[in-house]
């Protein structure tokens, strides 16, 4: 029998989560919030398996939704790649469309306005 792997100290986890950057902590959830879009927009490797456009909707709109927020709390640096991946998923989720979106009406372009191609 193996001994089980003790759970991780709360004070450890906590000391851990304070050494990591504000700048550090948006943009890996952005980063995860574009990968996620991308797999359910179909994107992926065996995409049609992943594809659900209700899910990328959400993915995409609550990533325009930290751009807007935190955007100006990460740099231009920081935030030029995640604005341009969300510019790219806003158009891919509008090619993807059976019945695309108005302009201005798609996902997260309530934050970032009209996406044209």
Do not use: C, N
Request: aromatic residues 6%; negative net charge; charged residues 25%.
């Amino acid at each position: 029998m193996s001994e089980a792997t003790p759970a991780a100290d709360y004070d450890d986890v906590t000391r851990d989560i304070a050494e990591v950057p504000a700048i550090e902590v948006i943009t890996t959830v952005g980063v995860h919030l574009m990968s996620a879009a991308a797999v359910k927009l179909g994107l992926a490797e065996d995409g049609d398996a992943h594809k659900d456009l209700d899910e990328a909707r959400k993915l995409i709109q609550a990533l325009a939704g930290l751009l807007d927020a935190g955007g100006t709390e990460i740099s231009s640096f920081h935030a030029a790649p995640l604005r341009d991946g969300l510019k790219s998923l806003q158009l891919a989720f509008r090619e993807a469309s059976v019945f695309p979106d108005e302009p201005g009406q798609g996902p997260g372009e309530k934050y970032t306005g009209p996406v044209f191609g």
